[in-house]
C-alpha cells in the first residue's frame, strides 16, 4: 500500500485547506483510512479517520465543527477539509491506512501545514 498526500501549505489563521490522499498497491488492505498530525516537540496524534463504507467517521475533539473527511473509493482517495484553521493546527499531516483494529499499517510521507 502507498499513500501520497497533497494539499497542504501555508494559511492564514481563520482559513482552509483541503488535504488528499492518494492510494495504490493492495487497497484492500485499507479498510481504515484517516489523518495524523506531528507539531515540533509533540507526539503524533489523530485527527480525523473513515471507514471503506465512508461510515464510521472518527474525529479528533480539536477537528469536530471544523473538519470534515471523506473517502472516494472508485478514486482510490481520501479528503481532509479543515476550516477556521488556528496557529496550533500547524503540523505536518500524514495519511494512514490499514485494518480497523489494527491500523495504522501504511503511513504516508506527509505534509506541512503552516497557519499564522
Known amino acids: 500500500v502507498q499513500l501520497v498526500e497533497s494539499g497542504g501549505g501555508s494559511v492564514q489563521a481563520g482559513g482552509s485547506l483541503r488535504l488528499s490522499c492518494a492510494i495504490s498497491?493492495?487497497?484492500?488492505?485499507?479498510?481504515?483510512m484517516g489523518w495524523f498530525r506531528q507539531a515540533p516537540g509533540k507526539e503524533r496524534e489523530g485527527v480525523a479517520a473513515i471507514h471503506r463504507g465512508g461510515g464510521g467517521v472518527a474525529l479528533a475533539d480539536s477537528a469536530k465543527g471544523r473538519c470534515t473527511i471523506s473517502r472516494d473509493n472508485t478514486r482510490k482517495s481520501v479528503t481532509l477539509h479543515m476550516n477556521s484553521l488556528k496557529p496550533e493546527d500547524t503540523a505536518r499531516y500524514y495519511c494512514?491506512?490499514?485494518?480497523?483494529?489494527?491500523?495504522?499499517?501504511?503511513w504516508g510521507q506527509g505534509t506541512q501545514v503552516t497557519v499564522s
Open positions: 498497491g493492495y487497497t484492500y488492505r485499507a479498510d481504515c
Open positions: 494512514a491506512a490499514g485494518v480497523c483494529g489494527s491500523w495504522p499499517n501504511y
